[in-house]
């Protein structure tokens, strides 16, 4: 199995938080900044594990407002 991208391996465990009911539908994900603190990563690293759960549907982002678990 190749290595993973760092984005990856943390978009999978956030997944994995969500199906497990930890954040739950309509709940908001942590800000961009604890996200970074939590897995010691840069913004563009999180930026990207984002863009990985919106685009499977996973989540919705409001602007200015947040990422939240899609319903």
Same mark, same amino acid.
């Given at each position: 199995? &190749?290595?993973?991208?760092?984005?990856? /391996?943390? @978009? %999978? %465990?956030? @997944?994995?938080?969500?199906?497990?009911?930890?954040? @739950? &539908?309509? @709940? $908001?994900?942590? +800000?961009?900044?604890?996200?970074? +603190?939590?897995?010691?990563?840069?913004?563009?690293?999180? %930026?990207?594990?984002? /863009?990985?759960?919106?685009? $499977?549907?996973?989540?919705?982002?409001?602007?200015?407002?947040?990422?939240?678990?899609?319903?």
């Amino acid at each position: 199995m &190749p290595p993973r991208y760092r984005y990856e /391996q943390i @978009a %999978d %465990d956030l @997944a994995g938080r969500i199906a497990s009911g930890e954040f @739950a &539908p309509g @709940a $908001k994900l942590p +800000s961009r900044r604890e996200l970074i +603190s939590h897995y010691g990563v840069t913004e563009p690293v999180i %930026d990207r594990a984002m /863009q990985v759960l919106r685009i $499977k549907g996973m989540t919705e982002t409001l602007p200015g407002v947040g990422v939240f678990v899609a319903e």
